[in-house]
């Protein structure tokens, strides 16, 4: 069931040399959200050398690129993305694409406001975007080829410890549930904390997802640092309509009417809980009469739901998620995937749960 996958954006720590972009007392959240608050600079291939393509992106035709700077020596990665989807600016972009809610100019200048002008400890530090030809390019390759136009890219500082996706799939091995909440604990705790951080400051994710959290290092830090990625669906206070993934979509999503923006990121947050200490998602999808573990949850509650889902042990066979899961834990993804967004479990008061102050 654990078969969702983004592009992954990662990054890393030392000196980084600055480029050219708009001061940054210049950037606001209203210009950022607009997309509009980026210097596009030409590609410098003597500066960047690519060292593998990590992952390409479908959707979009792009894929992600690891660098290294010949200026800084420094590792860094790349969101491609062609320009046949990026188009040349984010008015365009709307105007082409008028139904998307997955704007990759409001990913690169969310990004660059929450770096550049806020100093935002828990996004990836923000290099710039440039438009460069691609190399080697021919026709016939892919849907985009034919324009001949080269394409869009996006470079963040590099973080090692990968997304929490490879975190879960390196945590198969653990037959227990109860020592998957232990290792889990510190890392849900920092990504709560993190976006958290990140609703102080105006901006709603949209689209929080496993792929789309990031580990700063690949070694095994307490406190764990997190890193969010993936600006796209990113929005102020309310929003109409689905964004994000699937499995991760508050169920006021679906309704005609706006919702609460942080109140659905907190619902997004229930699942990344859910699928860290389980090891699987709760659901496939939330929109209505679509699949039927979500039905029963909305209907029952969290604790039939978990009575019902089932987990393999290896001392025990078949066991219920409600005997295996801790009752701190359940408590905790009671409040957070709480139907009613109304009633939904506040960051702030998640993060003073009881389950956090276990050893």
């Not at 590609?43 to 035709?61: H, K, T």
């Not at 809610?101 to 406001?113: A, G, H, L, S």
């Not at 978990?306 to 993804?333: F, M, Y």
Request: charged fraction near 20%; glycine fraction near 6%.
């Amino acid at each position: 069931m654990l078969a969702h996958r983004s592009l992954r954006l990662e990054s890393s720590g030392g000196k980084l040399l600055p480029m050219r972009l708009l001061a940054p007392e210049a950037v606001t959240l209203e210009a950022a959200l607009a997309g509009s608050t980026v210097v596009v600079q030409e590609w410098d291939w003597s500066r960047f050398a690519v060292l593998e393509v990590f992952q390409a992106a479908p959707r979009n035709g792009g894929h992600v690129e690891l660098l290294q700077d010949a200026q800084s020596k420094e590792f860094l990665v790349a969101k491609v993305m062609p320009l046949c989807w990026t188009c040349a600016d984010h008015e365009t972009f709307v105007k082409t694409y008028p139904e998307e809610t997955e704007m990759p100019w409001r990913d690169v200048c969310i990004t660059q406001y929450l770096d550049q002008r806020l100093g935002e400890p828990h996004v990836c530090k923000f290099l710039g975007i440039f438009r460069r030809l691609s190399k080697g390019q021919d026709a016939g390759g892919g849907p985009c080829d034919a324009l001949q136009e080269g394409e869009h890219c996006l470079v963040l500082s590099y973080c090692r410890g990968g997304d929490l996706f490879t975190w879960l799939e390196r945590s198969r091995s653990i037959d227990v549930v109860a020592s998957r909440e232990q290792l889990a604990r510190p890392l849900i705790h920092q990504t709560l904390k993190a976006a958290c951080s990140v609703h102080r400051l105006g901006v709603s994710h949209g689209d929080l997802s496993l792929e789309n959290i990031l580990l700063f290092s690949e070694k095994a830090l307490l406190p764990p640092d997190i890193r969010l990625v993936d600006f796209a669906c990113a929005c102020g206070p309310r929003a109409c309509g689905p964004r994000g993934k699937s499995p991760y979509q508050a169920p006021e999503m679906h309704c005609c009417d706006g919702y609460c923006t942080v109140a659905a990121d907190v619902f997004a947050l229930g699942v990344v809980v859910f699928a860290l200490v389980v090891g699987n998602y709760p659901w496939k999808s939330t929109k209505p009469n679509t699949c039927q573990f979500f039905r029963y949850f909305k209907e029952f509650g969290l604790r039939a739901f978990l009575v019902r889902r089932r987990v393999k042990t290896q001392l025990s066979g078949l066991q219920p998620l409600s005997v295996v899961l801790s009752h701190e834990v359940i408590d905790l993804l009671q409040g957070l995937l709480c139907v009613d967004p109304l009633t939904r479990m506040p960051i702030p008061t998640a993060l003073e749960h009881e389950w956090f102050q276990q050893v």
